[in-house]
């Protein structure tokens, strides 16, 4: 039974509780991440850049989110810029994909940066091969230092916690490391046997900021396979309640699938 435009405002409100930087103006392009393009082009000069040199008109950059009615570009060189979606043409692009690109299409995220994660194995780490890629809807976040109190604790948590070592065959566990000490840590996860996927620094470093989630000690948090936060960070210390709230991302998870069912019941 298709359903009623209420109650599809009443579930996007549900998903704009769980990611706090979603306004509603354009509720719905920010929960429908298959209609973002990949990248998109800039219609006016940007002159607060990283290396102090103004991006002209045209340049190309990588969408890295949406944040409420800006959207987050990866330019290079030039830095990740917040703009407002009306300085460049991503709307116009949107246009393009709705009607041609689905949800059950391989995410912009996962196509860009599927190459830099890797799998624990017992001869040492690898990258996968992209069609393991092809259910995976959502990526679960841990930003860590392996070698203080609160990276050992999430660590011994990971090793038995039910919820982690038994995740929806849709969703695929990530590390996202912040240390320098590289063996130690690959070391540690391999002899774990450690199910999911981790970036090694100094590969790492960058990506601690590009999904702007700004981590500061041991986090979590839940993206879509197209970049979409779908859970903010949430911070962890020594000592909390990890099942508790790891139970936060799996409500998040749970609706953002309800509200792309509801909006998919809507055509």
């Known amino acids: 039974m298709k359903q009623s435009i209420l109650s599809i405002l009443v579930l996007l409100g549900a998903v704009c509780a769980?990611?706090?930087?979603?306004?509603?103006?354009?509720?719905?392009?920010?929960?429908r991440s298959e209609w973002w393009p990949d990248r998109v082009t800039v219609n006016e000069p940007v002159e607060e850049t990283l290396n102090g040199q103004t991006i002209k008109p045209g340049r190309l950059g990588f969408v890295v989110r949406l944040v409420g009615d800006d959207v987050l570009i990866d330019f290079g060189r030039y830095g990740v810029i917040q703009l407002p979606i009306a300085q460049t043409d991503f709307v116009d692009r949107s246009k393009e994909l709705r009607g041609v690109r689905d949800w059950g299409h391989l995410g912009?995220?996962?196509?860009?940066?599927?190459?830099?994660?890797?799998?624990?194995?017992?001869?040492?780490?690898?990258?996968?091969?992209?069609?393991?890629?092809?259910?995976?809807?959502?990526?679960l976040i841990f930003y860590l230092d392996h070698s203080s109190d609160e990276g050992q604790q999430i660590l011994s948590w990971m090793r038995d916690s039910k919820g982690i070592n038994e995740?929806?065959?849709?969703?695929?566990?990530?590390?996202?490391?912040?240390?320098?000490n590289v063996q130690d840590y690959l070391l540690e996860l391999i002899a774990y046997e450690y199910p999911g996927l981790t970036l090694v620094y100094p590969l790492a470093k960058p990506y601690r900021t590009i999904l702007n989630h700004e981590p500061e000690g041991a986090m979590m948090a839940v993206i879509d396979k197209n970049g979409r936060t779908v859970v903010d960070p949430i911070k962890l210390e020594n000592g909390d309640d990890l099942d508790a709230k790891f139970s936060e991302l799996q409500r998040g998870i749970s609706q953002d699938a309800d509200i792309r069912k509801t909006l998919s019941n809507a055509q």
Request: one cysteine or more.
């Open 18 to 31: 769980v990611s706090a930087d979603v306004e509603p103006a354009n509720a719905e392009l920010q929960v």
């Open 108 to 139: 912009n995220w996962t196509a860009q940066f599927h190459t830099k994660l890797m799998a624990a194995k017992p001869t040492g780490f690898q990258t996968l091969p992209i069609k393991v890629y092809d259910d995976k809807d959502y990526f």
């Open 167 to 180: 995740l929806p065959s849709n969703v695929c566990l990530m590390l996202i490391p912040d240390e320098h």
